[in-house]
């Protein structure tokens, strides 16, 4: 079973930023927050990963609670492409561990 | 910017018909991987793949799955007798090396009739 919490659905303006929340209250040492996004039933598409660390793309930011028992990923300026199902997974440091998928969260991004 | 690619975008069989789905990895990667979704449900992971052998497989992926790189391009899932409930989008991913991101394909939609 996944070991993140998503609420089912948010929407946001478009040009505004999304700020999308995930809580991961299990996560252990060992585990990165990885985050993907899946537009209608395309292929999940990476948009970000860390352990500690916030980070930044150029598609997004991840902010990471020094806790790491939350994060919250930003999309700085959402775009109605950007409407989409957005997961938050817990992955295991490893070479190639599995990606554990949960329901993820709908964006909606309105005109 | 590289992608995986998957072969067919749908596949129609009849059950109880093998079937193969096809997946071209970004070139290098060395990590692979199967996962399906069916339709309204969660995506799931069904096998991973190093290195000739697979690392990891899921209750899901039964006898009735197999898995195999046949050449250095190649990446294959085959399902030997197909059932109804074999009906789902089948996305391949790979990645590069250790620890870095797993990138998905398109998926083949398997309909079993």
Known sequence: DAKTTQPPSMDCAEGRAANLPCNHSTISGNEYVYWYRQIHSQGPQYIIHGLKNNETNEMASLIITEDRKSSTLILPHATLRDTAVYYCIVRVVGANSKLTFGKGITLSVRP | ?113
């Open chain 2, 1 to 113: 910017e590289p992608e995986v690619t998957q072969t067919p975008s749908h596949q129609v069989t009849q059950m109880g018909q093998e079937v193969i789905l096809r997946c071209v990895p970004i070139s290098n990667h060395l990590y692979f991987y199967w996962y399906r979704q069916i339709l309204g449900q969660k995506v799931e992971f069904l096998v991973s793949f190093y290195n000739n052998e697979i690392s990891e497989k899921s209750e899901i992926f039964d006898d009735q799955f197999s898995v195999e790189r046949p050449d250095g391009s190649n990446f294959t899932l085959k399902i030997r007798s197909t059932k109804l409930e074999d009906s789902a989008m089948y996305f391949c991913a790979s990645q590069g090396q250790a620890n870095q991101p797993q990138h998905f394909g398109d998926g083949t939609r398997l309909s079993i009739l």
